[in-house]
């Protein structure tokens, strides 16, 4: 016999959606119940986990404002044929399920669209308000189907999004509380440092998302940038504020392989603002706003 629990619980506080998907590298072997960096897996720690995986190129995370799953009843098969005096073929504990996801940015997701199309390999943990259900690829055989990018309303900004199918040997997911909504939400981001400066001389008023510098007019002056930690497989750029490219001359030039900001003594006399941020290959970013003054 299994545990029944007839009674107002934590599962009757779920609500019926998945609001967060982690797609996790198979190779790193990550198993609920299992143990990570000698820590077990719970419900109570697996969102850090898998952000902490989106760090390193081994996740991607979509959180509440980026995508929504609706799953359907699951399929569970018959026995191919009726024995004995039952009314029909007994059940089996093969359950087919599947998950409709819709994206929020779907038109810039068409990279991470034509990966699942390729049949990418990927673990899937599925969260909802309060709890997380997990199938895995090697165990559940995770399929992707109806890859949807469509411009199907002029008045609105472009849909999409895919399907996950997979079989389950052995009845119904498991479900695993402990899964806090608060934490659902997609944070996940590189803190950029400090940078390394040259002739440039850090100002006050800055924040946390902003900073400050001062140049004299007659002197050039460079910016390299890091993250904290540091991390060597980041891609790095530098843009106007609103996210336009630099001009070609006037307010200086951005080495993407150094992630150095040179800013020429021909500048002149005024305040410049920079957006300076890195990517890595799952979408995890990184951003700064460098306001410099040149007197």
């Known amino acids: 016999m299994q545990h029944l629990h007839n009674y107002n619980s934590e599962a009757d506080q779920t609500l019926g959606g998945f ?5 996790v590298d198979p190779s790193v ?13 719970t419900g109570a720690n697996i969102l850090s986990i898998v952000k902490e995986l989106c760090l390193s ?10 995508i929504i799953g609706q799953e359907a009843d699951p399929a569970v098969t018959t026995e191919a044929e009726s024995f004995g005096f039952g ?43 309060n709890s997380v259900e997990v199938v895995y690829y090697d165990e559940h055989g995770v399929t992707y189907s109806a890859i949807s990018n469509a411009k199907s309303n002029k008045d609105a900004k472009i849909t999409g999004g895919f399907t996950t ?32 400066v040259t002739l440039v001389v850090p100002a006050t008023c800055s ?18 940038f890091a993250t904290d930690p540091a991390n060597a497989c980041l891609d790095w750029y ?4 609103d996210g336009s490219a630099l001009p070609a001359t006037g307010k200086g030039s951005f080495n993407s392989l150094t992630a150095t900001l040179t800013l020429p003594s021909t500048l002149a006399a005024g305040k410049y603002v920079y957006k300076i941020f890195c990517l890595n290959a799952t979408g995890v970013k990184g951003e700064v706003f460098i306001e410099v003054l040149v007197n």
Not at 29 to 41: D, H, I, K, N
Not at 168 to 193: C, H, R, T, W
């Open 19 to 23: 609001f967060a998907l982690a797609l």
């Open 29 to 41: 072997g990550l198993r609920m119940g299992g143990t990570y960096e000698t820590a077990p897996v």
């Open 57 to 66: 190129d081994q996740a991607y995370y979509f959180g509440p404002k980026e």
């Open 87 to 129: 009314a029909g073929p007994n059940l089996t504990d093969t359950v087919l399920g599947t998950v409709v996801w819709r994206l929020s940015h779907a038109y810039s997701a068409r990279n991470f669209l034509n990966m699942l199309m390729a049949n990418r390999e990927f673990d899937l943990y599925m969260f909802t308000n």
């Open 165 to 196: 199918m997979y079989k389950s040997f052995e009845g119904l997911i498991p479900v695993e509380f402990g899964v806090k909504q608060a934490d659902l939400k997609n944070d996940v981001k590189f803190v950029i440092a400090e940078p390394t």
């Open 207 to 224: 924040t946390i998302g902003r900073k400050r510098f001062t140049k004299l007019a007659a002197s050039a002056g460079s910016m390299t």
């Open 238 to 241: 530098c843009t106007n504020a």
